[in-house]
């Protein structure tokens, strides 16, 4: 005898309402030939590209930064195309994004904004960097971040070289290399790393106690941390947020000559 289907309650549907991730659509690469690369870079400064950068499965650890400067532009336009979570390769282009967000000199970057087609050009075909850097009184580059033994392969090495020199001489853009020496140079990136995570703060409680702090700095001569909330004026909160805000605007400077805390000496632009 057949079974009879169940008249009592039953467990409500899934609805997908609110289940959609951030930025996960998939676009298709944009491929730009080298002779167009100059607008193309212009063109992502104006609307970033509204996709993910592809990771390799098998290489380095994938990795998601949620870029403060993405996050921080005037432009609307520019928040609602473009998410401010990135997807990296290893601890080596996270490094780069932690020293991009906190660079007073840089207004935004985004990673793997296109693909360039050489058309063959000196004999290269396509090539897609790893960032597009936008300084706030500079022209844009592009980046390519690779460790050191990587790049003391000759095969490696005389590639990329060429790549760099190819782009330099047709479009007058630069490729950088940053060194990983100076990528994960210490206490340095750890001290971005804490910067950086006070910087999600509210906006207005950042400027605030940077206004605070900045009450007890001098151009001349540097002042720890620890001495701002030593006699009780300033709460170590305050003196972590505004210290952070300061650095991050370029207001205050650091030889990063300890880890983020007490010993840290800072002072103010000259």
Same mark, same amino acid.
């Given at each position: 005898?057949? *079974?009879?289907?169940?008249?009592?309650?039953?467990?409500?549907?899934? /609805?997908?309402?609110?289940?959609? *991730?951030?930025?996960?659509?998939? %676009?298709?690469?944009?491929?730009?030939?080298? #002779?167009?690369?100059?607008?193309?870079?212009?063109? %992502?400064?104006?609307?970033?590209? #509204?996709?993910?950068?592809?990771?390799?499965?098998?290489?380095?650890?994938?990795?998601? !930064?949620?870029?403060?400067? /993405?996050?921080?532009?005037?432009?609307? !336009?520019?928040?609602?195309?473009?998410?401010?979570?990135?997807?990296?390769?290893?601890?080596?282009?996270?490094?780069?994004?932690?020293? #991009?967000?906190?660079? @007073?000199?840089?207004?935004?970057?985004?990673?793997?904004?296109?693909?360039?087609?050489?058309?063959? %050009?000196?004999?290269?075909?396509?090539?897609?960097?790893?960032?597009?850097?936008? @300084?706030?009184?500079?022209?844009?580059?592009?980046?390519? %971040?690779?460790?050191?033994?990587?790049?003391?392969?000759?095969?490696?090495?005389?590639?990329?070289?060429?790549?760099?020199?190819?782009? *330099?001489?047709? /479009?007058?853009?630069?490729?950088?290399?940053?060194?990983?020496?100076?990528?994960?140079?210490?206490?340095?990136?750890?001290?971005?790393?804490?910067?950086?995570?006070?910087?999600?703060?509210?906006?207005?409680?950042?400027?605030?106690?940077?206004?605070?702090?900045?009450? !007890?700095?001098?151009?001349?001569? @540097?002042?720890?941390?620890?001495?701002?909330?030593?006699?009780?004026?300033?709460? @170590?909160?305050?003196?972590?947020?505004?210290?952070?805000?300061?650095?991050?605007?370029?207001?205050?400077? /650091?030889?990063?000559? #300890?880890?983020?805390?007490?010993?840290?000496?800072?002072?103010?632009?000259?």
């Amino acid at each position: 005898m057949p *079974k009879k289907s169940s008249t009592g309650l039953t467990r409500p549907q899934k /609805t997908k309402t609110g289940t959609r *991730k951030r930025n996960t659509k998939k %676009v298709p690469r944009k491929s730009v030939p080298l #002779a167009m690369l100059v607008p193309a870079i212009k063109d %992502v400064h104006r609307t970033p590209p #509204a996709r993910i950068p592809s990771t390799h499965y098998g290489g380095p650890r994938r990795c998601h !930064h949620p870029s403060i400067k /993405t996050l921080m532009l005037q432009s609307k !336009h520019r928040r609602d195309t473009y998410d401010h979570f990135y997807r990296v390769e290893g601890r080596l282009e996270r490094a780069f994004c932690y020293r #991009a967000d906190i660079d @007073p000199n840089i207004e935004c970057y985004f990673p793997q904004p296109f693909e360039i087609d050489f058309c063959g %050009v000196n004999g290269l075909s396509v090539y897609t960097p790893d960032f597009i850097v936008f @300084p706030h009184d500079d022209k844009p580059y592009l980046v390519e %971040v690779k460790h050191r033994d990587f790049m003391l392969f000759d095969d490696a090495r005389d590639l990329y070289q060429l790549r760099a020199k190819t782009i *330099k001489e047709n /479009t007058g853009i630069e490729l950088q290399f940053p060194p990983e020496e100076t990528l994960l140079r210490q206490p340095e990136l750890e001290n971005l790393e804490l910067i950086h995570g006070f910087m999600f703060q509210p906006v207005h409680e950042l400027k605030r106690s940077w206004k605070q702090v900045q009450k !007890h700095l001098s151009r001349t001569d @540097p002042v720890d941390m620890g001495e701002l909330y030593r006699d009780n004026t300033l709460s @170590p909160e305050v003196v972590a947020m505004g210290t952070s805000y300061g650095l991050f605007t370029g207001e205050a400077i /650091t030889n990063h000559n #300890a880890p983020f805390g007490r010993n840290l000496t800072i002072y103010l632009e000259r």
